[in-house]
C-alpha cells in the first residue's frame, strides 16, 4: 500500500520539510556561482548526501535539486541540452537517497528570479511545461513553486502545470516586504488568486526568517480549502567577519516554528541558511502532532490608496511644449573638479539664449563629474533653470537606482533621459565596476512604476511620481530599421520622448525624420558642432557610424587656428539646423567641451529662423 495523498497527510498530520540545498552546498567547498543543479550529473553523492541528512534529521519532503533547472538558467551555463537529463535525474537521485516513507517535490523555482519582471510570457510558459513535464515523468508526488516575487509569473506558472497534472500544486511567494509581493498584491490577493487557480497549497520561504514569515501570515487571509507551508530562512543575510552568511541559530528556528504552526502551518522546513541541525529540533518538537486550525485575521491588510500629490508642476515640461512650438534643449555637461562656477556661468548664458531645459549626462564617457542630481537642483532652485539629468544604468544598482530617483522627485526634478551608459573601462576609473542591473528598457519601465506609486520592490508609496522620462536613439547605425525597431520598444517600455544621437548630414536627418515620423512621441534631433579638423577626424573615423562629408572635412581642414575651426564649425551646424528645423520641433544641442558660446550662437539662430519663417508666414 502506497503512502497516502501528500495533501490529505498535511490536513491532518504535520510534516517537516528539508532545508537549503544550495548554501549547505556551499558551507560543503561547492564554489558560489557555480550551477549546482548540474552535481546531479556531476557528483551525484554529494547531493545524495544533503538528501540523506535531512531525511535522517527527520524531513519527510523532500524537495529535488532542481530549483534552477530551467533552460533560461541552464543556458548560462551552456546545459540549455540537459534540461530533462538534470531534472529526471535529480527526481531519481532525491527517491533513492530517502526511505519510502519520504515525499519528493519537484522544485521549479521563479525564472524571473528576482531581476526586472519584463519577459517574454510565451517563452516562459515554454520552459515551464518542460521542466514540470520532466519532473512529473520522473515520478514526483508533487510539485513545488518556490521563491517567487510577482503574482503574474506565479499565475503563468500555475496556468501552464496545473492542468498537466492531478498530483498536489503547492506555490510559495518570497517577499521582499512582509505581506506584500513585489508587483504590489497583497499576499491575501495572491493566496486568492492561486486559489482560483486550482493550487492545493499555498505559503511563503526564503528571503526573510521565521519572525517576518510570521508577520507576512498573520496580516493574511489564506482561502479555507487550501493547506498552509513555509520555508523561511535562517535569518536575513548579512556579513559576518567579512564573509556573507546567515545568522544561524537552530534552537531559536524551533522556538518561531511554535509561532508559525499557530497560523495554521502544516508543512515547515527550512531555506537559505538552514541546515540538517535546523531540522532536526524542528522535526523533534513536531512529532506526533497535529496542524493547528487556521485562525484569519479580521481585519485582513488591504491595499491603500496612492495619496494625491502633493504638488503640482508650475512649468509645462519640454514634451508638453515641443507638440505646440519649438523647444529646445541644450546638454551641458558638468564640470570634473570642484569649482562650478564656469559651469553656473555658461549655464546662465543658454538659459538667457532661450533654452527650454538644460541636461546633463550622468558621468558622460564613464568619467567621473560633478553629479547632475546636484547641480540640477542648483539650477532649478537658485537660477529658475529646467535641468533635464541623464539617469544611466552602469553606476547604480536597483537600490541606488531608486533612491537617486526617489532624490530626484524630492527637489522636483522630474525630466530624466534614461540611458544604457558607457562601459567604465573606457573612462578614467577603468577599475572601476559597471553595474548594469537593469538595460534602459527596463529602467524606463520602472519608472514608470514610480509613476504608479508602486516602488521597484512593489511597495505602494504615499505618492506617485510624475516623471517625463526620456529615451536615446542611435542613427549611426548600418540598418536604420533595425535601429527604429528597438526605438519602438522603447515606446512600448513607456518613454515620453526621444533625444537622437548627433547627426553631421543633411541627408542623415531626412533619413531619420522619414524612419521615426510614424512614433507616437516627439523626438528631439540631436546637433553637435564641430570643434576643429581634429574633431572632425576623429568623429569621422573613431566613432562608429558617424561619417562626415569629404566637403565639411576640407572646410574644417582649411580652419587656420581653434577659434576659426569652431566658427566654421558653427556655420556647418547652422546648415544642418535649416535641414532639421523644417522636419523637427524638437531640437536637442549637444555642447562639446563646455564650449557654451558655440550652443549660444545656436540657440539664438533658431530663435532668428523661426521669427523669420514666423514673419513669412504672416
Known sequence: MGKPNLIERLRSELLVGDGAMTTYLYQQGVSIGDCTEELVLSDPKLVAGVHQAYYEAGARVIETHTYGANRE??????????VTRLNREAVRLARESVGDDAYILGSIGSICA??????????????????????????????LLETFLDVKEMLLAVEVIRPLTKLPLLAQFSMLEVGRTRDAFSISTAFQLLAERGVDGVGLNCRLGPMELLRGLEKTVVPEQLVITAFPNASRLGITDGELAYKSNPAYFEQTAELLLEQGVSLLGGCCGTTPEHIRLLAQSLKGRKPVPRR????????????????????????????????????????????????????????????????????????????????GAILKEKMGIEPLVHVACRDRNLLGQQSHLMGLHALGIDQILVITGDPTRMGDLPGASSIYDVTSFELIRMVKQLNEGISFAGRQLKQKARFVVGAAFNP?????????????????AGAD?????????????IDVHEATKHIPIPIFIGIMPLTGYRNALFLHNEVPGIKISPEVLKRMEQQPDKAAGRREGVAVAKELLEVALSRFNGIYLITPFSYWQMSEELIRFIHQY????IALRA
Do not use: W
Open 114 to 143: 528576482g531581476r526586472v519582471p519584463a519577459y517574454d510570457e510565451e517563452e516562459y510558459r515554454d520552459m515551464y511545461e518542460e521542466q514540470a513535464t520532466a519532473l512529473l515523468h520522473a515520478g514526483v508526488d508533487g510539485i
Open 497 to 509: 520622448f526621444i533625444m537622437t544621437q548627433p547627426v553631421y548630414d543633411a541627408q542623415g536627418i
Open 73 to 82: 538558467r541552464l543556458t548560462r551555463y551552456g546545459l540549455e541540452g540537459k
Open 610 to 613: 523661426d521669427s523669420q519663417h
Open 476 to 492: 549611426h547605425v548600418r540598418q536604420l530599421d533595425a535601429a527604429v525597431r528597438r526605438l519602438e520598444k522603447k515606446v512600448e
Open 296 to 375: 484569519n485575521p479580521q481585519k485582513p491588510e488591504t491595499a491603500q490608496p496612492v495619496a494625491v500629490e502633493i504638488t503640482e508642476r508650475v512649468k509645462p515640461t519640454v514634451v508638453e511644449k515641443v507638440r505646440h512650438k519649438r523647444t529646445i534643449v541644450c546638454e551641458f555637461d558638468t564640470p570634473k573638479d570642484l569649482d562650478i562656477s564656469a559651469f553656473l556661468h555658461g549655464a546662465s548664458r543658454l538659459h538667457q539664449a532661450g533654452v527650454d531645459a538644460i541636461t546633463m549626462a550622468d558621468n558622460s564617457l564613464a568619467t567621473a563629474r560633478m553629479s547632475n542630481l546636484a547641480l
